[in-house]
């Protein structure tokens, strides 16, 4: 299958400050990517989907102006959480839509301090 | 809408033994459905997948799941459990086959693996 990987694996922060997290297709061109938060022992939970060139779209409840997505060309989108606080440390993974499957990601854990 | 239901959170098999972990969906389209495996702090690995045609799916690692209509089931079964397989696993329904479709996941099951 095809390879996607996320940049960096681990983040810690301090409370207030933004982090970005980057997420790459290796070996084809992604038109969507597809961002996922996962809380401790918990399922995946869309945040957002992510179109080369246009706008993101968030998922209800999902705050836009935090999460900041970019997706600006066919093998990188990235997210942006600005003023990070603890309750959104979390491990974020993102994927990258392909017909009849995404691919996903390894991960990034991060915590706020 | 659509949506996946995991009974068990948890599943224990012996090593050697059977491991069956069950998955049920709801969706208003034709479903296309999916298992996908976790290893602590990793991203998603694929098992297998339904899309249409042959109702019995084989994935990899000696993992196959069988889709039933009737049932609106979509189990994942293992003949003979390796430790190796300690881990978690997700079943999820796709609400179209584009690159932008939706990928709605269940709960989770982890399934642990004794000697």
């Known amino acids: 299958g095809a390879v996607v990987s996320q940049h960096p694996s681990r983040v810690i922060c301090k409370s207030g400050t933004s982090v970005k997290i980057e997420c790459r297709s290796l070996d084809f061109q992604a038109t969507t990517m597809f961002w996922y938060r996962q809380f401790p022992k918990q399922s995946l939970m869309l945040m957002a989907t992510s179109n080369e060139g246009s706008k993101a779209t968030y998922e209800q409840g999902v705050e836009k102006d935090k999460f900041l997505i970019n997706h600006a060309s066919l093998t990188l989108s990235t997210l942006t959480v600005t003023s990070a606080h603890p309750e959104d440390s979390s491990f974020y993974i993102c994927?990258?839509?392909?017909?009849?499957?995404?691919?996903f990601g390894p991960g990034t854990r991060l915590t706020v301090t | 809408a659509q949506s996946v239901t995991q009974l068990g959170s948890h599943v224990s098999v012996s090593e050697g033994a059977l491991v069956l972990l069950r998955c049920n969906y709801s969706s208003s389209v034709p479903p296309y459905l999916f298992w996908y495996v976790q290893y602590p702090n990793q991203g998603l690995q694929l098992l297998l997948k339904y899309t249409t045609g042959a109702t019995l799916v084989k994935g990899i690692n000696g993992f196959e799941a069988e889709f039933k209509k009737s049932e609106t089931s979509f189990h994942l079964t293992k003949p003979s459990a390796h430790m190796s397989d300690a881990a978690e696993y997700f079943c999820a329904v796709s609400d179209g086959t584009g690159t932008a479709s939706k990928l709605t996941f269940g709960t989770g099951t982890r399934l642990q693996v004794t000697l």
């Open positions: 994927s990258a839509g392909a017909p009849l499957e995404q691919y």
